[in-house]
């Protein structure tokens, strides 16, 4: 990626970049690299400050991960989003440890930690950028907790079949069940017992070499009501 | 209260009040208003703006309320503390509806929403504060969440009794079944199935009249490692 390329996704991305002085757009461009992650790679753990991620193409996926192993998807990031929790030297306040994992192969644009800490530190803008996509993405993390906690699975695995069949465009759900139970939260018993259900009612079909197949799409919908 | 106190508590409280102009600060003091709850009234909804809330006295509690009537609490508020998720209009990006009760007698002062958002459209330093708290609180709210789905129950009721001894300063808590699975975001007969069993392995007695007596602290600690 050549500079061109990088000032004009820095453009797109910091509302703030016209504001930025000569210097500070250089050592933005300076200390920002193109980064390609295979599916599956798991980006950031916690621990670091691995920077701000710009997502180009493919998609992430942020989660929380237990003790003993257990997933809870929080969001995902797709080709435009920003992802601010994994600078976590940007925001001090930020205490808890969210993962985040390459859900697709996915060519991401990754801004140093330090180098945006320190232009937050000088310039309000930035600062009030990085907090105001946290405080955003709290409301996703509200949705997803109320969904969690206050919903029943069958409700649950209706809308999750609807979002999915929504952003792919097909009536196709290419995921295993286990897959399907990590994104919900919920466990892999759980999910095929619901699918089980809904086959059994005439919503879908699931089978291992074709997948979940949406046969009656209103009915999934009054499920999700 | 005069305005004298007014201005003593917002200096505390406020880290740019000594920036703001003289008449921005007489707004404040003119749009901000001494508000007395009685244990259990129910402050802000979701719906309105109500505006920043600051704690004099007492304890406000904030939680998520589903369609069934199922609470799930979210952090408390004490002395000194602010709340700014009853001030939707400040934060535009906060989109889920939180419901604040007053959990004792509670003495608050309250400024008013729109009094603070054109302040902050104005003074970064009120917006960066603002969103600063709230993302500190995003914080909590993910700590309660994982406790919730990754933490068994056991676990999770010792940690409560720990937190409240050490709250109270006392080894009796004095809170029915039906309060804590509140707190806990559970229900109450597994609370009551859980405290019984502590009983059995002699942690702690169990009464109406009396309240719950810590008689083993080393045991609940255990637990709650």
């Not at 790679?41 to 670091?48: A, L, M, P």
């Not at 180009?56 to 435009?80: H, M, V, W």
């Not at 949705?143 to 695995?157: A, E, G, N, Y």
């Not at 079949?161 to 952003?167: I, R, V």
Request: charged share 25%.
């Amino acid at each position: 990626m050549d500079n061109k390329e990088k000032i004009e996704l820095f453009e797109k991305t910091f509302p703030f970049w016209d504001k930025m002085s000569e210097d500070d757009k250089a050592t933005f461009i300076r200390s920002s690299s193109n980064v390609y992650f295979k599916k599956g790679t798991n980006i950031h753990n916690g621990d670091n400050c691995t920077g701000v991620i710009l997502v180009k193409t493919g998609a992430l996926r942020l989660y929380l991960l237990s003790d003993e192993g257990k997933e809870i998807t929080l969001y995902r990031l797709f080709p435009g989003d920003m992802c601010i929790m994994s600078a976590s030297c940007v925001l001090s306040t930020i205490t808890f440890d969210v993962f985040v994992d390459s859900e697709e192969n996915s060519e991401c644009f990754v801004v140093g930690g330090c180098a945006y800490e320190d232009l937050a530190n000088r310039m309000p803008e930035a600062k009030i950028f990085a907090l105001e996509t946290a405080v955003s993405r709290f409301s996703d993390v509200m949705w997803v907790m109320q969904q969690i906690l206050f919903m029943s699975t069958d409700k649950r695995l209706a809308i999750f079949l609807l979002d999915e069949t929504a952003k792919t465009g097909s009536d196709t759900v290419k995921l295993t069940h286990e897959q399907i139970a990590k994104y919900m939260g919920s466990a892999r018993e759980v999910v095929s017992r619901m699918l089980k259900y809904f086959a059994s009612e005439g919503i879908l079909t699931s089978s291992r070499s074709e997948g979940i197949k949406i046969l009656d799409k209103k009915k999934l919908r009054q499920l999700a009501l």
